[in-house]
């Protein structure tokens, strides 16, 4: 689709966000990213920072993704919000409307949000730079207090209290390098509250390494629309380290138990959608040595209901993370009688699923094999005790020889 012209930043001659998809995107990169459903379950209020007010687009999905989450939050009473944004080259009024007229009618109470979010901005002052100019918009889940700031957004950042999370939002580092400077990281690093997210749309290298030099782990998620990957970073606590201690366990019967107990949880309380649910990984194969975590792979029929089971996930408590190559969900805060376990939700036609199954079913009947991925492990743990990363990338070129044999010997 052609964008309109009024929606280009002649600044930067870049547009404020994709014609088709603007709403979704915001919802799948900042609310999922930031694990908002996660944080409003547990706590009674959220402050959100952004870092590129433009046309009020993400304000606007944000006002919307509470309406839809009103209802199952309706228990916990009204919620304090807070929403703290920056923008150098503030659109006029008029500008303003008639880009969030675009999402007119697209949802059930979108009209209604964009009428107060324009009526609100009306009445601002363009022209009162580096100061904050406030106004409150009403949500299903309680009141939103918007804190607005014209100026640029170092000075913004550095204004603000500290956020529960943080849109990186503006236009990308090749228009506007300005905006993802190492300086401008760092400070939102600072004002970020310890185990809060930061999410964008961008994956580049250079923020990557700059969000970790400011205090985040990072993980790049599964992208939405015509982007590959986005990225995820979470505040980790003062003086972390970035390597994670790595233990390993003989074969437990345990860990079936667990399996099959999980499995049952997971059909009760899922969305329908569900083909299979399959123990996958060292802990699915006998007397192997692993990581006291199962791994799981749900199984849906069709990427329209993998996207119903990735919601439902969602609403259950899960959030998603990335390892190499890997996406997977996992429980922050699962029942002590529940076992770790990681979910990699796909489809039936993923040729993941089929080379995970092919060498379950590959060691389980050559026990020989396994034994000898035993012993690589150990020898592995030796070499990287503290550093998983470094531990699961050295085990690939013996994995691929695995799944090389499986084809030939399982025809």
Known sequence: MKTPPFL????????????????????????????????LQQNKSLSIGETGFGAGRVLLSLLCFLEELGPALKG???????FASVELHPLSPERLSSILHMFTGQLPTIDTHIAQLVSAYAQLDLQAVSQWQHFTLESACGPVKVSLWFGEALEMVQAVSPRDAWFLEGHGPKTNPAMWRPEL?????????????????TVAGHLRRDLRAAGFNVRRLPGFGGKKEVLQGQKRPPHQQTFQPLNLSPYQEDWAVGFRTLKHHLYAQLPPGLVGIEHVGSTSIVHMLARAELDIALIASSHWQREALHQGLLHMGYQVHQEREQSYFQHASAPSETMPHRLFLLTLDNPELHQQLLLRDYLRRFPERSEAYSRLKQTL????????KAYTGAKTRFLNQL?????????
């Open 76 to 82: 916990a009473g009204p919620h304090q919000i807070a």
């Open 403 to 411: 799944v090389t044999e499986a084809r030939e010997r399982l025809k």
């Open 185 to 201: 990281l760092q400070a939102v690093g600072e004002k970020t509250t310890v185990g809060g997210y930061c999410a964008t749309f």
């Open 381 to 388: 743990l030796a070499r990287h005790p503290n550093d998983v």
């Open 8 to 39: 280009v930043n002649a600044h930067y001659q870049d547009r404020y966000f994709d014609v088709v998809n603007a709403i979704a995107e915001a919802r799948h990169v900042y609310f999922e990213g930031c694990q908002l459903l996660p944080h």
